[in-house]
Every structure is written in C-alpha cells, then in structure tokens.
C-alpha cells in the first residue's frame, strides 16, 4: 500500500496547467497571476513629500539660516512649481512634488508659523533628504514587480492596481464538481428520518475548494448503481477539470465507485493509502477528461484527505506553463506536541490540531478530541493537522512532527 508521499507524488504528476484567462482586478482576488507585471514608472515616480511642512534649501539650513519666507504652497495633486528664492521656503503637503530648489522638508510639529514666515525650531541634520520620499527609491520602471504564479492577495492587487493593470491574466479557475454519494443522505432542508443524515460533506469541500480559488458545483448521486451510473456518465463528460466525489470507496456492498470509474474508463491511478483517517482513497484520471478524487465518506477523513491531496492538486493546476508546479505546493513545518499520543497501527497517522505560539516563538500542536473518523465536530477549532509517521508508537509530549496549516 502507498504511503501519503508516494501517494500526493501521483496525484500532482496529473496535474496540468490550466490555460490563462483576462479578468477584470475586481474579480481577481485569490487567483493566482499568469503574467509579470512591471513598474510602469519610477516608485515612487517623483520626488514624494513625505511630511506636512515646509520644504526648504539644506544648504541654507545647515548655514544658519532659521527663518524662511514662505513662498507658496504645493499641495499634493498640483503640478510642481520650484523654488526660485533659495532663502525662501514652500509650504509642503504629503504627497506633494517636492518643489525644485528644496531639498530637506521641515515638519509643521518643528516649527513656527507666523505672518507668512516660518522660524524653523530644530538643528539642521546632516544631510539633506530628511522627509522625502526619494523618486525610483522602492522601484525602477521596467523592474518586474509579479511574476507568473503569485496568488493575488490585498497587497498584490494593490501593486496591479498602481501599475494600471485594469485587467490581469491569471490561471483558469479549476472547475470542480463535489459529488457526495449515499442513500442515507438527505438535503440540508430536508427532516431526516431516523436512518438518515444530512449531508455535510459537500459544504466543507465546497468551502475549501473555493477558499482556492476554484470554481465549484455540488451534485448528489444515490448507491442506486443505475443511477451512479447515469449520474457519474454526465459528470464526467460535463468539462470538470476535477471531480471529487466522497464516499462509497471503501468495502461495503453499496461502495461501487471503484469498479463503476473502471467501467467508465477512469484510470486506477491508485486505491487505499497507508494512512488514518482516509485509508481507503482512490484517485484515477480519465485520458482528455477530468481526475477523480475518491475521497472516503466519514467527515474527518473526506476533510483532511481533501486537503492533503485535492487541494495540492488544485494549487498545482494554477501554477501557469513555465512556474514550477511544485512550488505551489508548501511543506508542513515542524509542531511541537503538547500531549502524548499513542498510536500502533503501521499507518501515517493525521491529527487534528489547534496551533498556538510560545513565549519563545515555537509552534505548539494541540490535539482536538476526535472520537473518530464520523466525529465531524472534532474539526471544529482545528487550524492545522500533524503528518504522524508509522514509527514510533508513542509520540512525546515536546517532539515536533510535520504539520500542516488548514
Ligand atoms: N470492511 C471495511 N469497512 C470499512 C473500511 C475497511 O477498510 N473495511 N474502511 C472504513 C473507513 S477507514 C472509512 S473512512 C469508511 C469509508 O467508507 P466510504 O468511503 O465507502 O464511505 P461511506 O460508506 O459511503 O460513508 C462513510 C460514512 O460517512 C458518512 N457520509 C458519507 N458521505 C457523507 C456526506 N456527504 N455528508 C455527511 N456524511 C457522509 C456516511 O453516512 C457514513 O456514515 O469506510 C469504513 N468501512
Ligand atoms: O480511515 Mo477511515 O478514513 O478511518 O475513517
């Protein structure tokens, strides 16, 4: 049986570039960037004031002089006009061109403004520059600023946004069906009868596949092989780039994904990983179509084997031609146990956890209480799950294990 490694290794050597799309910036928030976006000008593009004040010649400062003639006033937005009179001074606001002729802004808190005359109340510094925001001091124009496969989040698209970018390219969003499966599932409307549950599954994958930018839709199929059948043929056939379906992969007598993909020509890529919760995931491909997560039915296991491995594969799709596939992928860093656990089974073992900071900046791991794969509540609170190798069978309070971030 694969260990998760090898496991998530086959899943992300399926995973293809999505073509790039033009999207208006509005809507580009969480997409990730298939273009290099370059300074369009100098950052800042001018001499930027940085300070209410006054801005005057340093060279007249540092030899003595204290009181200035104000000249006029420059206000942020107003072409620049210079200093003709270099014992005079301008009347400064942030983000102002700094008047030429100037070359040192004095704050309004550092002096005395009386009549039309400033008396500046603080020693001349050394050198000139003080609260000027220097042309080309961040960027040069022509610098790359983003390139292809950065995630456009507030501070990206703030950059897109002075650069003019209108419109960015970015990645396709992948489409993906949720499919849940099961007779004993009923919607979220629905009064369940005694034997029957509402289904959950598809909300948390919904959530979690969106949270990536993907673009998701929901369908519900019973055990009824006829109608799995029907179903999955349309699915399938319907453009996904993924379909993901949760339950009826493990042993029982209604668990007929894996021969109904087989039937439908969904390559095996593999079945059952060594691992708790989720042992009994499969995933296939279908040649031209889309891949097929299988992903198990208990709550706990359909969440983290979502996002152990569909989200993965969904983060590597967007990585535009020529990005590294892999890098979209980030490893688990190291979290350090709080408590003991025992566990023999030669499995990976996956732990829930809430995460916190000590005093000396090391990352706790605390276990939430899981009364087991079907415990859904147990996720609540979780912000991270640890990666629990095979040996040893007793993990120790203070040893530190892979661990990732939800
Ligand atoms: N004889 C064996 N039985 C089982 C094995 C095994 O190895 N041998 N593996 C167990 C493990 S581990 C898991 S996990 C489950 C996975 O089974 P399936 O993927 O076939 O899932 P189902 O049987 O359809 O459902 C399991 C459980 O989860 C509930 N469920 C399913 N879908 C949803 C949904 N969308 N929302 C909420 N809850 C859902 C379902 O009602 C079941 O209670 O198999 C073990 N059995
Ligand atoms: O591994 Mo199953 O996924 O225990 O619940």
Known sequence: ?????????????????????????????????????????????????????????????????????????????????????????????????????????VRYEDILLHDNRARIQIAAPETSGVNIHHQAADRRAGDALLTPGTRLGPAELAVAATVGAAEVAVTRAA??????????????????????????????????????????????????????????TKILGAGFDAVVLSGAVSKGRADHLPGLLRELHVREIFHEVQQRPGKPLWFGAREGGPVVFGLPGNPVSTFITACRYARPWLRAVQQPEGAPAVAAVETPAPAVLTVDINFKPQLTHFVPVRLTVDTEGRRLATPLRVGGSGDMLSLVGATAFLELPPEPAVFLAGSAWPCWVL
């Open 1 to 105: 049986m694969l260990s998760p490694a090898e496991a998530i290794a086959l899943v992300l050597a399926t995973a293809r570039p999505l073509p790039p799309e033009t999207v208006p910036l509005l809507h580009a928030a969480g997409r990730v960037l298939a273009e290099t976006l370059t300074a369009d000008r100098d950052f800042p593009p001018f001499n930027r004031v940085a300070m209410d004040g006054i801005a005057v010649a340093h060279a007249a400062w540092a030899g003595g002089q204290t009181e200035f003639e104000i000249q006029h006033a420059q206000y942020a937005g107003a072409p620049s006009r210079p200093l003709l009179d270099p014992s005079k001074a301008v009347e400064v606001m942030t983000g102002a061109v700094l008047p030429a002729g100037t070359d040192v802004v």
């Open 175 to 232: 489409r993906v069906a949720v499919v849940s499966t099961g007779d004993e599932l009923v919607g979220i409307q629905e009064t369940p009868l005694p034997h029957q549950i509402r289904r959950s599954n598809a909300y948390a994958l919904q959530a979690l596949f969106t949270q990536d930018g993907a673009a998701v839709s929901l369908f519900h199929l019973s055990d009824a092989l006829d109608e799995l059948r029907d179903g999955l």
